[in-house]
């Protein structure tokens, strides 16, 4: 890349996957022009893997990604073996995204916030270790093992993310036990990714910045667009923070793009998840980010 070539964005998509047109929207998407097709890891859904693997079945290039899987509900050496088989099966196309959780379901509902970020930074251990280990059976494709991802917020998986993560995903949000999200405002997500640079710039590490997008409204008029979706989306932030946020893209396509451009200068963002209600929406907005 020349020194005015720009950043190079990674664009992806994160469905649920539990209908039977799973495969056909991830060609869709790979057609589409994205980067990558994700799935989430809760109960009550296709399991993950088994969905990635049959989304790398149906697609050539497209990255693949769990975006993101609660470890609260893994054991180490299993997520391990889920991991490194799809990565196998899929060519290598896999990242595997981790995040200490916060559904309060049967086997989760006795842990502590303390509890679940353990589980995190356990598994993160293990899975770089058992990972990059030539001995481990299955053995990824990737080598040296699949890109990780770790979702991130609290000041403790922010250092975690800083340390470890090849790509750092901010959540951006509070995530209640009951489901749900509270948006954090500009100034706490600046706070976020400027204790993860300044952290990760310590150890000599430039980990991926990425953030997932709760909202996309192509509009031409976005003051207009930011008042009529804060009352139910973001009701304790102002319109203008609303606007402010990485999270939330609303104007013009072009508009998108330059929103997407300034954050980038701001925050250092070079990844973005898009929820595939806005696969459409978000897609003429690739090829703006494409021309450099």
Same mark, same amino acid.
């Given at each position: 890349?020349?020194?005015?070539?720009?950043?190079?964005?990674? %664009?992806?998509?994160?469905? /649920?996957? $539990?209908?039977?047109?799973? @495969?056909?929207?991830?060609? =869709?998407?790979?057609?589409?022009?994205?980067?990558?097709?994700?799935?989430?890891?809760?109960?009550?859904?296709?399991?993950?893997?088994?969905?990635?693997?049959?989304?790398?079945?149906?697609?050539?290039? &497209?990255?693949?990604?769990?975006?993101?899987?609660?470890?609260?509900? $893994?054991?180490?050496?299993?997520? !391990?073996? =889920?991991?490194?088989?799809?990565?196998?099966?899929?060519?290598?196309?896999?990242?595997?995204?981790?995040?200490?959780?916060?559904?309060?379901?049967?086997?989760? !509902?006795?842990?502590?916030?303390?509890?679940?970020?353990?589980?995190?930074?356990?598994?993160?251990?293990?899975?770089?270790?058992?990972?990059?280990?030539?001995?481990?059976?299955?053995?990824?494709?990737?080598?040296?093992? #699949?890109?990780?991802? /770790?979702?991130?917020? =609290?000041?403790?998986?922010?250092?975690?993310?800083?340390?470890?993560?090849?790509?750092?995903?901010?959540?951006?949000? *509070? %995530? @209640?036990?009951?489901?749900?999200?509270?948006?954090?405002? #500009?100034? !706490?997500?600046? *706070?976020?990714?400027?204790?993860?640079?300044?952290?990760?710039?310590?150890?000599?590490?430039?980990?991926?910045?990425?953030?997932?997008?709760?909202?996309?409204?192509?509009?031409?008029?976005?003051?207009?667009?930011?008042?009529?979706?804060? #009352?139910?989306?973001?009701?304790?932030?102002?319109?203008?923070?609303?606007?402010?946020?990485?999270?939330?893209? &609303?104007?013009?396509?072009? =508009? &998108? !793009?330059?929103?997407?451009?300034?954050?980038?200068?701001?925050?250092?963002?070079?990844?973005?998840? &898009?929820?595939?209600?806005?696969?459409?929406?978000?897609? @003429?907005? /690739? @090829?703006?980010?494409?021309?450099?």
């Amino acid at each position: 890349m020349t020194a005015d070539a720009g950043p190079v964005f990674r %664009l992806g998509v994160s469905e /649920i996957a $539990w209908d039977a047109d799973w @495969p056909e929207r991830a060609r =869709e998407a790979e057609r589409l022009g994205y980067d990558t097709f994700a799935t989430t890891d809760h109960l009550g859904m296709t399991a993950p893997f088994p969905s990635l693997a049959t989304a790398a079945a149906a697609t050539t290039r &497209i990255g693949l990604a769990t975006y993101l899987t609660n470890t609260s509900l $893994w054991d180490p050496e299993v997520l !391990a073996r =889920e991991v490194a088989g799809t990565d196998r099966l899929s060519g290598g196309r896999l990242t595997v995204g981790l995040h200490a959780g916060q559904t309060s379901t049967t086997a989760t !509902a006795s842990l502590t916030a303390r509890d679940r970020y353990d589980r995190l930074a356990a598994t993160v251990e293990a899975l770089d270790r058992l990972l990059r280990d030539p001995a481990h059976r299955p053995r990824p494709a990737r080598a040296p093992r #699949p890109g990780l991802m /770790i979702g991130a917020r =609290e000041p403790d998986e922010l250092e975690l993310a800083a340390r470890r993560a090849d790509t750092v995903c901010f959540v951006g949000a *509070a %995530l @209640p036990p009951g489901g749900g999200f509270v948006l954090d405002g #500009p100034d !706490a997500f600046a *706070a976020q990714v400027a204790l993860v640079r300044a952290r990760a710039a310590e150890l000599g590490r430039a980990p991926e910045l990425n953030t997932g997008v709760k909202k996309v409204v192509v509009t031409d008029d976005r003051r207009a667009a930011a008042d009529a979706l804060r #009352p139910a989306l973001a009701p304790h932030l102002t319109a203008d923070q609303l606007l402010g946020l990485p999270s939330v893209l &609303i104007g013009t396509h072009e =508009e &998108i !793009a330059r929103q997407i451009r300034r954050d980038h200068d701001r925050y250092g963002l070079t990844s973005y998840m &898009i929820l595939t209600a806005h696969l459409y929406d978000f897609a @003429p907005v /690739i @090829p703006l980010l494409r021309k450099g």
